[in-house]
């Protein structure tokens, strides 16, 4: 499946690329709250080493999917699903896609928001961290890739 979504350059990228022969595909559903993003930590590593990530690009990928999580459980709505592809065994590249259920509306500090709670200098950091780790990044509506009004964010790191 292959979306197309726009950068804020309004260069048209591809949300879900196509895998070549061998690519490794991992899919979680994540309860949705404050656990979420350590659940999916603690899923994601041994898969990661399975594909022969290791060192520099293991903990790199692992926190871009905390982040992308967290950005979730934070400012949207349920559910949360975690997806990772992964080019080839070894080659260091793989996508990290996590879907939700679309921005709640209003403010993001809604009562019970674990993360809206907590002070100002405590978050705000998660997109700059996820792009100064990955190369392409984006976020695909759920009319791009059929998802029935679900949104996809995803993240591109190359291979090491």
């Given at each position: 499946m292959t979306a197309t979504t726009v950068s804020p350059y309004g260069q048209q990228r591809s949300a879900l690329r196509a895998l070549p022969a061998?690519?490794?595909?991992?899919?979680?559903?994540?309860d949705y709250g404050p656990l979420a993003p350590a659940t999916a930590r603690h899923a994601v590593r041994p898969?990661?080493?399975?594909?022969?990530?290791d060192g520099d690009r293991l903990y790199d990928v692992l926190l871009v999917v905390s982040e992308l999580v967290t950005n979730a459980v934070t400012h949207a709505l349920p559910p949360v699903t975690l997806h990772l592809h992964a080019a080839v065994e070894g080659s260091g590249r793989v996508q990290v896609h996590v879907t939700d259920g679309g921005p709640r509306t209003g403010?993001?500090?809604?009562?019970?928001?674990?993360?809206a709670a907590r002070p100002e200098d405590e978050h705000g950091r998660g997109d700059v961290i996820v792009s100064a780790l990955a190369g392409p990044t984006g976020t695909a509506?759920?009319?791009?890739?059929?998802?029935?009004?679900?949104?996809?964010r995803w993240a591109d790191l190359g291979a090491a």
């Open positions: 061998g690519g490794r595909v991992f899919g979680l559903s994540l898969v990661l080493e399975a594909w022969g990530l403010t993001s500090s809604v009562a019970g928001n674990w993360a509506t759920g009319d791009d890739v059929g998802l029935d009004g679900l949104m996809d």
